[in-house]
């Protein structure tokens, strides 16, 4: 029943979802470390919201540097697009985490369902306004994997290779950063450059992710893989490489499933396939139930 | 019976005012995953269910759904007592995977194959097909089914919180002292439990599944800016949502958008107006609040040097002894030496400025508040 074909669409699809579960999986140890991982759902909600403001801006004649975007397609614009609302998420939830008192995972879990309560007016305003350009909005939903064009793809694929290059590049400083800003601050390189790197990297990645992956399950790819490989082993540079290792895993046999099921898509096909990685390693894994219950018995 | 806009809108209405009855003690408790796992689980329960019933409002429907985002809650916790993880992130994974496991039932395996059913209305929620589900007794319409649904568990929560409202208020407030005088919290928890997961399961088609927790979570945020004690923040919090449904509802009608979009964006703009407005902990109160502190500052420096004898006290040339020697501007000295002369801080005695006995007491209020040595 499954197989996995030759043809050019296919292999688009295989390939960018290992290339972004890889990746993707490398950083989510990062960002759990750091406790960020409502944040990336807010995110993708505020990309989802820049991609379609950025289609009415263009349905009403403005383009913003139209010699950029003159030679490249209509999707990297709508990568611009995402890039830009996810700028705006991070600027509104800065100001909004100073200016509280209520705790931060509120008003993150808030501001997600409202930027999508905004995206889905925006939706059906511009499905009213009829025309081609409600054509290739459902897809941020769920996300489709097929959709991608060379383009895009050649996109993705210098994209991830720098993530993951820069993160085996940088392990040694990345890890003091994370575990303790502090320590790191006492000795000598530049702290605030890994962190923001660590930003840069969450930026480019949910970009990705919202169109691979749909805006719901964008945060799934980051956190499960880390949380998987969590349960395996206890060393930093070991969790990194096997959540690399879970991601890519659970991308390349969640797209053959989407490519050979017709009406799934591969958003929620990655999130089963990682999902059931993650409760199967919660029972044989040496920190899950069987490890517990072997030690509770010595 | 009524018409049709006044149906959808006391439907909207009634679940909006549903789900923010749990969402304040939520609130309250910091018991902050549980409306996003709660909601986004319940679909693995409503996929289930609409294998057996065509329609969303049937009470097969709700049961389910309940259940579904009830176990979700407990398998956290469950999962949480054996690993080192935090809930937040459990809550993500596990509600992840019960939200893709319910698409893929409804996509591959509901309504038998046959119907052309829209999902997105279960995802992103539409209050306008609530009216054609109708009740009938005898043969006779008395209104559409989802209101007595709503209205059925609403008046479940109602009860719930009436009863067990001392519960709630201790075990909210402070759970040190709930421990003490033995209230087990774990009944609390399970009763929260049950009135979050029958909201959301009820009000799933006024809002879809991703936008109930800004429902639930909304009103109650922006009612802490209001007011600080329980039960007026539970009041106000329903009349927030009642407002805010009225107007997105106000909106929405008449362009033809999503009610539940235009609902929950206005629930934000609520919630950012009140971080901005807000009369006793807004921006711009907080703006004003420094402004005033520093002016006070100042007065309280020249109070401070004129006591102190330091420099020349000579009427003629104060001003411009106290702008010289602090490097401030003369107009800016000036106009304080007169504010302080109108509020009767100084005095002018044989051609010397002096503080009188009040701006003396005043100065040594102050002094002793700083906590430092001079």
């Given at each position: 029943?499954?197989?996995i074909s030759?043809?050019?669409?296919?292999?688009?699809?295989?390939?960018s979802?290992?290339?972004?579960?890889?990746?993707a999986?490398?950083?989510?140890?990062?960002?759990?470390?750091?406790?960020?991982?409502?944040?990336?759902?807010?995110?993708s909600?505020?990309?989802?919201?820049?991609?379609l403001?950025?289609?009415?801006?263009?349905?009403?004649?403005?383009?913003?540097?139209?010699?950029?975007?003159?030679?490249?397609?209509k999707?990297?614009?709508?990568?611009?697009?995402?890039?830009?609302?996810?700028?705006?998420?991070?600027?509104?939830?800065?100001?909004?985490?100073?200016?509280?008192?209520?705790?931060?995972?509120?008003?993150?879990?808030?501001?997600?369902?409202?930027?999508?309560?905004?995206?889905?007016t925006?939706?059906?305003?511009?499905?009213?306004?009829?025309?081609?350009?409600?054509?290739?909005?459902?897809?941020?939903?769920?996300?489709?994997?097929?959709?991608?064009t060379?383009?895009?793809?050649?996109?993705?694929?210098?994209?991830?290779?720098t993530?993951?290059?820069?993160?085996?590049?940088?392990?040694?400083?990345?890890?003091v950063?994370?575990?303790?800003?502090?320590?790191?601050?006492?000795?000598?390189?530049?702290?605030?450059?890994?962190?923001?790197?660590?930003?840069?990297?969450?930026?480019?990645?949910?970009?990705?992710?919202?169109?691979?992956?749909?805006?719901?399950?964008?945060?799934?790819?980051?956190?499960?893989?880390a949380?998987?490989a969590?349960?395996?082993?206890?060393?930093?540079?070991?969790i990194?490489?096997?959540?690399?290792?879970?991601?890519?895993?659970?991308?390349?046999i969640?797209?053959?499933?989407a490519?050979?099921?017709?009406?799934?898509?591969?958003?929620i096909?990655?999130?089963?396939?990682?999902?059931?990685?993650?409760?199967?390693?919660?029972?044989v894994?040496?920190?899950?139930?069987?490890?517990?219950?072997?030690?509770?018995?010595? | 019976?009524?018409s049709?806009?006044f149906?959808?809108?006391?439907?909207?209405?009634?679940?909006?005012i549903?789900?923010?009855?749990?969402g304040?003690?939520?609130?309250?408790?910091?018991?902050?995953?549980?409306?996003?796992?709660?909601?986004?689980?319940?679909?693995?329960?409503?996929?289930?269910?609409?294998?057996?019933?065509?329609?969303?409002?049937?009470?097969?429907?709700?049961?389910?759904?309940?259940i579904?985002?009830?176990?979700?809650?407990?398998?956290?916790?469950?999962i949480?007592?054996?690993?080192?993880f935090?809930?937040?992130?459990?809550?993500?994974?596990?509600?992840s995977?019960?939200?893709c496991?319910?698409?893929?039932?409804?996509?591959?395996?509901?309504?038998?194959?046959?119907?052309?059913?829209?999902?997105?209305?279960?995802?992103?929620g539409?209050?306008?097909?609530?009216?054609?589900?109708?009740?009938?007794?005898?043969?006779?319409?008395?209104?559409?089914?989802?209101?007595?649904?709503?209205?059925?568990?609403?008046?479940?929560n109602?009860?719930?919180?009436?009863?067990?409202?001392?519960?709630?208020?201790?075990d909210?407030?402070?759970?040190?002292?709930?421990?003490s005088?033995?209230?087990?919290?774990?009944t609390?928890?399970?009763?929260?439990?049950i009135?979050?997961?029958?909201?959301?399961?009820?009000?799933?088609?006024?809002?879809?599944?991703?936008?109930?927790?800004?429902?639930?979570?909304?009103?109650?945020?922006?009612?802490?800016?209001?007011?600080?004690?329980?039960?007026?923040?539970?009041?106000?919090?329903?009349?927030?949502?009642?407002?805010?449904?009225?107007?997105?509802?106000?909106?929405?009608w008449?362009?033809?958008?999503?009610?539940?979009?235009?609902?929950?964006?206005?629930?934000?703009?609520?919630?950012?107006?009140?971080?901005?407005?807000?009369?006793?902990?807004?921006?711009?109160?907080?703006?004003?609040?420094?402004l005033?502190?520093?002016?006070?500052?100042?007065?309280?420096?020249?109070?401070?040097?004129?006591n102190?004898?330091?420099?020349?006290?000579?009427?003629?040339?104060?001003?411009?002894?106290?702008?010289?020697?602090?490097?401030?501007?003369?107009?800016?000295?000036?106009?304080?030496?007169?504010?302080?002369?109108?509020?009767?801080?100084?005095?002018?005695?044989?051609?010397k400025?002096?503080?009188?006995?009040?701006?003396?007491?005043?100065?040594?209020?102050?002094?002793?508040?700083?906590?430092?040595?001079?």
């Open positions: 029943m499954l197989e030759n043809s050019f669409l296919f292999q688009t699809m295989l390939k979802a290992v290339l972004l579960g890889l990746s999986g490398m950083l989510g140890v990062f960002i759990s470390y750091q406790r960020r991982s409502i944040e990336i759902n807010a995110l909600a505020g990309s989802f919201v820049g991609i403001i950025l289609f009415l801006l263009s349905s009403l004649g403005l383009y913003i540097s139209p010699y950029i975007f003159s030679q490249v397609d999707h990297i614009y709508s990568f611009t697009g995402s890039i830009l609302g996810i700028l705006i998420m991070i600027t509104i939830l800065n100001i909004l985490y100073k200016t509280n008192r209520l705790h931060p995972h509120i008003i993150q879990s808030l501001m997600t369902a409202v930027l999508l309560g905004v995206g889905i925006l939706i059906t305003s511009i499905k009213q306004a009829g025309g081609a350009l409600d054509s290739g909005i459902d897809i941020y939903l769920f996300g489709e994997t097929t959709s991608l060379d383009e895009e793809f050649h996109f993705l694929r210098i994209i991830t290779l993530v993951i290059l820069l993160l085996l590049l940088f392990f040694k400083r990345l890890r950063v994370v575990f303790n800003i502090d320590i790191a601050k006492t000795t000598h390189f530049h702290t605030m450059f890994y962190v923001h790197l660590i930003n840069v990297f969450v930026v480019c990645l949910v970009a990705l992710s919202v169109k691979l992956m749909g805006v719901f399950l964008a945060v799934s790819v980051f956190l499960i893989p949380v998987t969590r349960l395996w082993s206890n060393r930093l540079f070991n990194m490489l096997l959540s690399g290792f879970f991601g890519g895993l659970g991308g390349g969640g797209a053959v499933i490519g050979n099921i017709s009406h799934v898509s591969s958003g096909s990655i999130t089963i396939v990682l999902a059931v990685m993650f409760f199967i390693s919660l029972l894994a040496p920190k899950g139930l069987l490890g517990v219950w072997i030690r509770g018995r010595k | 019976m009524f049709i806009e149906e959808i809108v006391i439907v909207i209405i009634l679940s909006a549903t789900c923010s009855i749990p304040a003690f939520l609130v309250m408790r910091r018991n902050y995953y549980a409306a996003d796992t709660t909601n986004r689980s319940a679909m693995l329960g409503i996929a289930v269910a609409l294998i057996f019933s065509s329609y969303l409002s049937s009470p097969l429907v709700i049961i389910l759904g309940s579904t985002s009830g176990l979700a809650m407990i398998l956290i916790k469950k949480k007592e054996f690993t080192s935090r809930a937040k992130g459990l809550s993500i994974i596990i509600s995977a019960f939200l496991f319910g698409i893929l039932i409804a996509a591959n395996l509901s309504f038998n194959n046959t119907t052309n059913f829209d999902l997105s209305i279960i995802y992103l539409e209050t306008a097909f609530t009216y054609f589900n109708r009740l009938r007794v005898f043969g006779v319409d008395i209104g559409s089914y989802a209101l007595y649904a709503v209205s059925f568990v609403l008046v479940i109602i009860i719930l919180v009436t009863v067990f409202y001392n519960e709630f208020k201790i909210g407030v402070d759970k040190n002292y709930a421990a005088i033995e209230m087990k919290e774990s609390i928890d399970y009763l929260l439990l009135m979050t997961s029958l909201s959301v399961s009820v009000s799933f088609q006024t809002a879809g599944i991703f936008m109930t927790s800004a429902f639930i979570l909304g009103p109650a945020a922006t009612a802490l800016f209001y007011t600080k004690r329980l039960s007026t923040l539970a009041f106000v919090s329903v009349f927030i949502s009642s407002v805010a449904c009225l107007a997105g509802f106000g909106i929405a008449p362009n033809e958008v999503s009610i539940s979009g235009t609902i929950v964006s206005f629930l934000g703009v609520l919630f950012i107006v009140s971080v901005i407005f807000s009369p006793e902990e807004g921006l711009v109160k907080k703006y004003f609040d420094n005033t502190a520093q002016k006070r500052l100042e007065e309280y420096i020249i109070m401070d040097i004129l102190s004898e330091i420099i020349d006290c000579r009427e003629k040339h104060i001003n411009e002894e106290i702008s010289s020697s602090l490097k401030w501007k003369l107009m800016k000295v000036s106009y304080i030496m007169n504010k302080l002369k109108a509020e009767n801080k100084i005095e002018i005695v044989q051609n400025v002096q503080l009188t006995e009040e701006g003396k007491t005043i100065l040594n209020k102050f002094l002793s508040a700083q906590h430092c040595f001079y």
